[in-house]
């Protein structure tokens, strides 16, 4: 097996630090890009754009390259410390992590609770504390659903447009000072130039996504797949008849909405309340 650095869990870099390592085995190889396609049956541009930071695969194509450069398992540690260590999560959120960290645009929409990329350190700690974590794992699931958040800064950060229900707003944190604080965050959140934030006023009476938490992920290949939830399961939906039927809720709900702008004040205004 050839020399290597250790693998830690303290790297500031992951991302660079997964491609830096591709590029380093590749090269020991003596593989070119289109013989390692040949090989391990993916097409070329992929390893190119992994090697390049682009993007980062999926499990898939990561353990493969594990087998055939004799490093069972490195690899694929690098590779989930890149996409913030999906293995904190429960596992039917896996595959689901690895499409949220390579989309290129993300909507959202909230009935009950505030999508993980925009919760504080504090919302995250008393809603998974309400589902039973504690003690040190409590502290590593808080860890790892804030850092997520560091998917909508940088340069290649995606467009993210979320929906929220007043509800969402209005339900109170058992800590008044983490109460403003989420406000806060969510005020500022919507003041970056990637994120789009609207509320649906409790007057709008019922809609089709009343019950159902759902995220849109649009792909660089242009795909768009779906990943609904509730309380007890998710799934993500890829087939493009089903997907496109919760767009057009998704789109009648976004037409009961607030304004950007109107939304802005709506947050304000309860800060102040």
Do not use: C
């Not at 919302?123 to 860890?143: H, I, K, N, P, W």
């Not at 940088?154 to 000072?177: C, M, N, W, Y």
């Not at 768009?224 to 009648?252: F, K, P, W």
């Amino acid at each position: 097996m050839p020399h290597r650095r250790v693998v830690t869990g303290r790297s500031q870099q992951p991302r660079q630090r997964f491609a830096e390592e591709l590029r380093t085995l590749r090269g020991r190889q003596g593989d070119s890009l289109r013989r390692l396609g040949e090989v391990l049956g993916w097409d070329w541009s992929l390893f190119g754009k992994m090697e390049s930071g682009e993007t980062l695969g999926g499990p898939e194509v990561v353990e493969a390259l594990d087998q055939h450069y004799g490093t069972p398992g490195f690899l694929l540690t690098l590779w989930e410390l890149a996409i913030g260590d999906p293995t904190q999560f429960k596992e039917q959120y896996r595959r689901y992590m690895t499409l949220e960290a390579e989309a290129v645009s993300l909507w959202h929409y909230a009935p009950g609770v505030l999508p993980g990329l925009l919760q504080t350190a504090g919302y995250a700690t008393e809603l998974l504390a309400s589902g039973g974590a504690e003690g040190e794992d409590l502290a590593r699931q808080v860890e790892a659903r804030t850092r997520r958040a560091e998917l909508l800064n940088g340069k290649r950060a995606p467009h993210f447009r979320t929906i929220l229900s007043e509800t969402v707003l209005r339900t109170r944190l058992q800590d008044a000072t983490e109460q403003r604080m989420q406000l806060e965050h969510l005020s500022r959140a919507a003041e970056q130039s990637n994120v789009t934030l609207q509320v649906v006023p409790e007057e709008a009476g019922l809609h089709g996504l009343r019950n159902t938490a759902v995220m849109f992920l649009r792909m660089g290949d242009g795909e768009t797949v779906a990943y609904v939830e509730n309380d007890h399961r998710g799934e993500l939906i890829s087939e493009s008849a089903s997907v496109e039927r919760l767009q057009r809720r998704y789109d009648a709900v976004r037409d009961l909405a607030l304004s950007p702008t109107e939304s802005a004040k709506l947050i304000v205004r309860m800060m102040e309340e």
